[in-house]
């Protein structure tokens, strides 16, 4: 399995592991996205030029960008969330500038995300889980230490990729109530008197369970929205030992304060995530600190934040 700089000691250590390792000692349970929008790019670094519509063009300043993303938050995040979509649109140099960032991630220690929602049956299944989670053969060229999955297929669909974790050491998000106002068109419908998004944990359970490292923490984690704070704490008594990646922070609308249900009471088990408002700052805090300057002072603003509620937890 591959290893970091500052990995746990113990080789047999999961990603799982490794992250909380992190969280301690950095005291940063906040995870930035890398979901880079040239028109917005363009806000912060002006002196680059105008943005191109040539793919290879606005895949270069794409990895450019994340470069000094990774240099300004590096100490100061828990992990990177790259969203394979933002790549995607442009192909070939799309990927590579994924391929890019992962390593340059890295370099700097930091584990990595890939928020690519994957999920199919059988051989395709296992097809997207060497991809991103690795195989028997090694890393992929665009392997992650998580991958966020999608469930609606059944477990069938998720199995896949929970032996891929055990097998290399690598972890799942699994999207059971995302931040979405429409996520309540399924994931809130009733199924035997409780809603479809508490099947999903149960069923997640068991093999939750059976994955827990050594840190108390599960290689099978659950995608929980920041703006759902009670449904949080309904699924936490599912799911005791999985770590919540908590989309919806910032720009979507989640504060701070709604995320207390999220963490238990070891002030653990959260990762709190924001995209927009780390990565664009304000054009009149580019202007006085410049571009990394401004998108670090975001990331510090957001870890405080963030850790005031998971330290609030621990002490009370």
Known sequence: MPTHPDAADDAAATATDRLIDRIRRIGSACVVGLDPNLGRIQGVLPTAGPASTDPK??????????????????????????????????????????R?????????????????KRNDIGETARAYARAYLGSEDGPSPLDADFLTVTPYLGMDGIQPFIDA????????????????????????VHCDGAPMYERVARLLAPEADALVGTSGYSAIGAVVGGTWPQAAASIRG????????????????????????FFNPDGLGALVSASRSILY?????????????????AAREMVEDVQ???GGQRDA
């Open 281 to 297: 700052p304000p054009a009149q805090q580019v202007a006085e600190l410049g571009a990394e300057g401004a998108i670090r002072a």
């Open 100 to 116: 890019e960032t992962v390593a340059y991630a890295r370099t700097k220690g930091l584990p990595v995300i890939m928020d690519a």
């Open 308 to 310: 005031r509620i998971a």
């Open 165 to 188: 974790c055990r097998a290399h050491g690598k972890g799942i998000f699994v999207l059971v109530k995302t931040s979405n106002p429409g996520s309540a068109d399924l994931q809130d």
């Open 238 to 261: 599912i799911l005791p030992r999985s770590l919540f990646l908590v989309p919806g922070y910032g720009a979507q609308g989640a504060g701070a304060e709604q995320m207390s249900a």
């Open 57 to 98: 063009a606005c895949a270069d300043r794409i990895a450019d960008f994340n470069r000094l993303v990774i240099d300004a938050v590096h100490d100061l995040a828990a992990a990177v969330k790259p969203q394979s979509a933002y790549y995607e649109v442009y192909g070939e140099h799309g990927i590579r500038a994924l």
